[in-house]
T-cell receptor
Framework: DAKTTQPTSMDCAEGRAANLPCNHSTISGNEYVYWYRQIHSQGPQYIIHGLKNNETNEMASLIITEDRKSSTLILPHATLRDTAVYYCILWTSGNKLVFGAGTILRVKS | KAGVTQTPRYLIKTRGQQVTLSCSPI?????VSWYQQTPGQGLQFLFEYFSETQRNKGNFPGRFSGRQFSNSRSEMNVSTLELGDSALYLC??????????????FGQGTRLTVV
């Protein structure tokens, strides 16, 4: 079962930052926070992951709170092509990758 | 480098038949996982293989099985197909067993329709 809680849907204006929250209050010390997204009928796409430090790559930034009970994925300048379902997942070595319902992000012009 | 390749992309089968789906992971990746995605149940984990051994298994009936070859390519088989098996079947590959600060990359999936 998924151990994260995400809003069902969010809207964002094109060109603005999209901030997607995720709660994971029961996270274990060895669990990483992963973000994937899935554009309609395609395979999920890896975005970013982190353990406790904030992370940034060419796609997004990941902010993890100090107590690690929540995190935020930031898409700095959302485009229409960022419209997708975004999944926040806790993953630890040897365990399976479990997807929840995710957040439907709609980027509007 | 080439991504995860799943074949075939689309498949139509009749109830009661069996089907075999194939997944070629990214070169050098040793872990392959399979997922079933339906509108009602979302993405559900089927099983994971690493070095030709099944390491994790989801809650699916025994009609769903898989295997991994020495070159890390994997196949999954569904026997005695039911209408409810209609779904998008996704394969993901990663360098190591999941979650060890590694990334899993997904293929485009095989769309199976059972009629």
């Amino acid at each position: 079962d998924a151990k994260t809680t995400q809003p069902t849907s969010m809207d964002c204006a094109e060109g603005r930052a999209a901030n997607l929250p995720c709660n994971h209050s029961t996270i274990s010390g060895n669990e990483y926070v992963y973000w994937y997204r899935q554009i309609h009928s395609q395979g999920p796409q890896y975005i970013i992951h982190g353990l406790k430090n904030n992370e940034t790559n060419e796609m997004a930034s990941l902010i993890i709170t100090e107590d690690r009970k929540s995190s935020t994925l930031i898409l700095p300048h959302a485009t229409l092509r960022d419209t997708a379902v975004y999944y926040c997942i806790l993953w630890t070595s040897g365990n399976k990758l479990v997807f929840g319902a995710g957040t439907i992000l709609r980027v509007k012009s | 480098k080439a991504g995860v390749t799943q074949t075939p992309r689309y498949l139509i089968k009749t109830r009661g038949q069996q089907v075999t789906l194939s997944c070629s992971p990214i070169s050098g990746h040793r872990s392959v996982s399979w997922y079933q995605q339906t509108p009602g149940q979302g993405l559900q984990f089927l099983f994971e293989y690493f070095s030709e051994t099944q390491r994790n298994k989801g809650n699916f009936p025994g009609r769903f099985s898989g295997r991994q070859f020495s070159n890390s390519r994997s196949e999954m088989n569904v026997s005695t197909l039911e209408l409810g098996d209609s779904a998008l079947y996704l394969c993901a590959s990663s360098l190591a067993l999941g979650g060890a600060d590694t990334e899993a990359f997904f293929g485009q999936g095989t769309r199976l329709t059972v009629v």
